[in-house]
């Protein structure tokens, strides 16, 4: 109901995911860093970069609402979906392994506020993608 249609602007282009429109409801790794509304710190990672965007995956694939559309070695697309109202989410990420870091985009497809969900779905992420990376 409330999942309007894929964007097209989804995907690395020039070595960069797309930038955040100017409403409060993305976050993005690439944005710029003064930018406190919309930056936040890529997920950074020590060891082979395929072993980090293999534990990324398994995090995205255990977390609530979340289906991935799109997987290559370099890129991860998922679509979360809000269990009450139906809301969806695209988050991407991009891994530049010769920095050890994934960026990261998540941007509410509709409205303008988000509350904080995409920030806090990426910190989770980044959580998640650490403690796998210790083990």
Not at 16 to 31: E, F, G, I, Y
Not at 124 to 135: E, F, P, V, Y
Request: charged letters at 25%; proline letters at 4%; glycine letters at 6%.
């Amino acid at each position: 109901m409330f999942s309007w249609q894929r964007p097209a602007n989804l995907g690395v282009r020039e070595g960069r995911l797309a930038p955040c429109k100017r409403t409060p409801n993305c976050v993005s790794s690439q944005a710029e860093r003064g930018d406190r509304q919309h930056f936040i710190a890529p997920l950074a990672f020590q060891g082979a970069a395929a072993d980090a965007i293999a534990a990324l995956q398994r995090a995205i694939e255990a977390a609530p609402g979340a289906r991935i559309v799109r997987a290559t070695p370099d890129y991860l697309y998922a679509e979360f979906r809000s269990r009450v109202m139906r809301f969806v989410d695209d988050v991407e990420f991009s891994l530049d392994s010769a920095a050890g870091v994934i960026h990261v985009r998540s941007a509410a497809r509709m409205g303008i506020r988000d509350f904080g969900v995409n920030r806090a779905r990426v910190e989770a992420l980044r959580s998640a993608l650490d403690a796998a990376l210790r083990r």
